[in-house]
């Protein structure tokens, strides 16, 4: 997802936040997979728990990053209603019953827009995300609020994000905690860099790495429901 997964707009990337990426598009594939092929084995929900973590992890150092946010909020949004219908159809809700994960990040790129303008216009995108029908809705936003806490105070953050999944434990299904998974990988991550040799220094990016993190989303969406179609 381009600058929504961390990517600088000056090109360039560290292989942190790369490492990050990937981890983060192969566990939201195994939860699409487990969901549209496998509901009957909550394992494939459990692995999927990991990738919004991280997509929330990767768009606040995507804000730290970037040089201009309306261009990067214009990138988030042309993806999310690109990503509409093949979400709607893999889903098996009507077009605009639930708003896709791209709409979810938006919110959260503008509710970091306000707190850095120190602007109490923050709290607009954070409650759009009760009343909007977005993925993952108020939880969504809340935690693209707790990793940007995170960044600044890493107890502060991660406590948070700890405690609003003990929250769901209670409330919510029994397999959304173990987001809390993805917690050690980002703590590991210091500015988008992972402290171990050879990884952290940066290379050249080309558009099609970008733009492959914003299309794949839709893409595997549309052939994971092209495979249910035909196998089933």
């Known amino acids: ?32 997979i487990g969901l549209l092929f496998f509901p009957q084995y909550p394992i494939f929900r459990v692995i999927g728990r990991i990738a919004f973590p991280l997509f929330a992890y990767l768009l606040v150092l995507g804000t730290e990053s970037t040089r201009n946010m309306r261009g990067y909020f214009n990138r988030l949004l042309f993806f999310a209603l690109l990503s509409q219908v093949p979400y709607s159809l893999a889903n098996g809700v009507e077009p605009w019953e ?26 607009i995108p954070l409650a759009a995300s009760i009343i909007v029908p977005v993925d993952y809705g108020v939880y969504g936003a809340a935690t693209v609020l707790f990793f940007y806490l995170l960044r600044r105070n890493w ?12 929250v769901l434990l209670i409330r919510d299904s029994w397999y959304q905690p173990f987001a809390v998974l993805a917690l050690p990988l980002i703590l590991l991550c210091d500015g988008g860099r992972y402290p ?13 790495r970008k733009y492959f993190f914003y299309a794949y989303y839709p893409l595997h969406l549309m052939v994971l429901w092209g495979l249910k179609m035909f196998i089933l």
């Open 1 to 32: 997802m381009g600058d929504a997964l961390g990517i600088p707009d000056a090109r360039k990337y560290d292989l942190g936040r790369e490492l990050l990426k990937w981890i983060a598009i192969v566990t939201m594939t195994v939860d699409h």
């Open 98 to 123: 639930e708003l896709n994960i791209f709409f979810t990040l938006s919110l959260g790129l503008i509710m970091i827009y306000f707190i850095e303008k120190n602007s109490v216009a923050f709290v």
């Open 155 to 166: 107890k502060t953050g991660a406590s948070l994000f700890v405690l609003v999944n003990l």
């Open 196 to 208: 171990f040799s050879g990884v952290g220094e940066q290379t050249r990016s080309t558009l099609f």
